[in-house]
């Protein structure tokens, strides 16, 4: 038998949940990704939200990537077209752009940094085409890492088991003050309420990069890279606490590596003061803050450590 506390309790969520989806339901679209022309397949579909009252909107790079002309289905059932202004593959975001004559809903970019695990989670999307359904859940952890397309790992991802279905890539995942916390972007088939979204944070730089640059600017050495295990004789030869390190498999040439004298066969110990145990750690350190910046890298060149001064590029 239900007490009249779990009732409370219950109605709480309930009004937290409803107040939540009325705030923020008019911001949230429906993406329609026709296919380009002369290709009879392609497109597709998703889900995106407003984030300026004059027309931009988040969705996942998946969502629009290989197709053509977008259409954005809002709340009020009018339909409008909208332009890809950036795509950003190794976050999975991408940042679309309508033209309106009027003032848009638009939700809340929140501070995803505060998050804690056992929050209540919710997610708006358009799974298998039907609008504005709504999922609720609790944050199952924070600091997840999750490959993209690319290849390149998206940090800090946030683990939820609000259900996520197909369609609902790109929808926002809300807290209960209505404030966009995470980008649905991903579900591991064959788990059970295993789902993933970016997190608030990581999107916010990402729209101010294409906004101030056309692109996600990272910086980049010019070489093709994989992890490797060291030996512990090895590691302990030269002072190093990791048990891997980054492999050269490539230097691009007339890159910064090729100019600064790196071959391939050198492997990666150090930049500047932090040890280097695998690709995904030196893709966190270019960062944009590196561009253009002297960075100084250590590394094995067969039994012997040397080291070399360069200055990354702005990844093409």
């Keep these: 038998m239900t007490s009249d506390d779990d009732l409370d309790l219950l109605d709480a969520y309930s009004r937290a949940v409803i107040g939540t989806l009325e705030h923020t339901r008019a911001g949230v679209v429906s993406l329609q990704v026709l296919p ?19 027309g ?39 940042l679309l752009h309508m033209c309106s004559p009027r003032v848009l809903p638009h939700l809340e970019l929140g501070d995803s940094s505060n998050l ?9 999307g358009n799974p298998h085409g039907l609008g504005h359904t709504v999922t609720t859940g609790v944050i199952s952890a924070l600091g997840r ?51 993933f979204a970016v997190p608030s944070d990581t999107a916010r730089w990402v729209v101010s990069e294409v ?5 996600v600017r990272r910086a980049w050495l010019g070489i093709a890279a994989h992890t490797v295990p060291l030996a512990r004789r090895v590691a302990r030869h030269h002072g190093l ?60 060149r067969g039994v012997q450590k040397t080291a070399v001064n360069l200055v990354p590029e702005p990844r093409q």
Excluded at 36 to 54: A, E, H, V, Y
Excluded at 211 to 215: E, K, M, P, S
Aim: glycine fraction near 14%; charge should be neutral; aromatic fraction near 2%.
């Design 36 to 54: 380009r022309k002369g290709q009879r397949r392609g497109g597709g579909g998703g889900s995106g939200f407003l984030i300026t009252p004059d």
């Design 56 to 94: 931009y909107l988040l969705t996942n790079a998946h969502v629009v990537e290989g197709g053509g002309e977008v259409q954005v289905l809002l709340d009020d059932g009018v339909q409008q077209n909208a332009r890809v202004v950036g795509v950003d593959v190794d976050t999975d975001l991408a």
């Design 116 to 124: 804690r695990v056992g929050q209540v989670a919710i997610a708006i």
């Design 145 to 195: 890492s999750l490959r993209s397309r690319s290849g390149r790992s998206i940090d800090s991802v946030i683990q939820t088991d609000a259900s996520l279905n197909p369609g609902n890539s790109g929808g926002p995942l809300l807290d209960t003050r209505s404030r966009v916390i995470g980008v649905n972007t991903a579900i591991i088939a064959g788990a059970q309420a295993l789902c």
């Design 211 to 215: 906004l101030q640059h056309g692109r």
């Design 241 to 300: 606490a990791t048990q891997s390190v980054v492999a050269v498999a490539e230097v691009m040439p007339d890159g910064p590596a090729s100019r600064a004298g790196m071959r391939a066969g050198d492997r990666i110990a150090r930049v500047d003061d932090t040890e280097v145990g695998d690709v995904d750690m030196l893709h966190r350190l270019l960062g944009r803050e590196r561009i253009g910046r002297p960075t100084r890298l250590e590394f094995l």
